[in-house]
């Protein structure tokens, strides 16, 4: 059950983009198409962004996106606004029926 | 609207024990699995439990396997987590989370739980 690795920061200018990507093993991200990513504001609850690797909720920009290739997932952010500088955390589920969340990346708006 | 209210955090001293609840409307609760996930001071998230919608199964992470137990009863569509044994590194925000084909969808604001002497 060890996290799966994120960096803890990327930054970028507003309109441009940012990936955040999460790496885990076959036995969670690469071997489930139940990854999930998360955007968290200080002292807020973690909202959802992507599920099923790349779906969106209804209501989540489509400057959101999300991928997977192998073991690792990646969260796109098009076209950044000031409102997006926050935490963003990635999840899988995994072997043994349980689920793993990556450290958490965050993201500045320069 | 789906909303999810947690309760019962507070201060309690190492070895202590505390029972959360997770009071749930605008969705029928007892078609959802549900999930407790923590997230320590300045840190990030961690899975904690789950349990189906029948309350028939549940598991847990490996840092609390033993020492908590979540439960729920849905005639009161409410979540719960039964705390025993708690140490100084279980000090954490507890979120209750629905689940939705393998994804925690909905989350509650949190409740703290502080483990101190």
């Known amino acids: 059950q060890s996290a799966l690795t994120q960096p803890r920061s990327v930054s970028g200018s507003p309109g441009q983009s940012v990936t955040i990507s999460c790496t885990g093993t076959?036995?969670?991200?690469?071997?489930?198409?139940?990854v999930s990513w998360y955007q968290q504001h200080p002292g807020k609850a973690p909202k959802l962004l992507i599920y099923d690797v790349n779906k969106r909720p209804s209501g989540v920009p489509d400057r959101f996106s999300g991928s997977k290739s192998g073991n690792t997932a990646s969260l796109t952010i098009s076209g950044l606004q000031a409102e997006d500088e926050a935490d963003y955390y990635c999840c899988s589920y995994a072997d043994n029926y349980t689920w793993v969340f990556g450290g958490g990346t965050k993201v500045t708006v320069l | 609207e789906v909303q999810l209210v947690e309760s019962g955090g507070g201060l309690v001293q190492p070895g202590g024990s505390l029972r959360l609840s997770c009071a749930a409307s605008?969705?029928?609760?007892?078609?959802?699995?549900m999930h407790w996930v923590r997230q320590a001071p300045g840190k990030g998230l961690v899975w904690v439990s789950r349990i189906y919608s029948d309350g028939t199964n549940t598991i847990y992470a490996d840092s609390v396997k033993g020492r908590f137990t979540i439960s729920r009863d849905n005639a009161r569509n409410t979540l719960y987590l039964q705390m025993n044994n708690l140490r100084a590194d279980d000090t954490a925000v507890y979120y209750c989370a629905r689940d939705s084909r393998y994804t925690p969808d909905y989350w509650g604001q949190g409740t703290l739980v502080t483990v101190s002497s």
């Open positions: 076959s036995s969670d991200v690469g071997g489930y198409n139940y």
């Open positions: 605008g969705f029928t609760f007892s078609a959802y699995w």
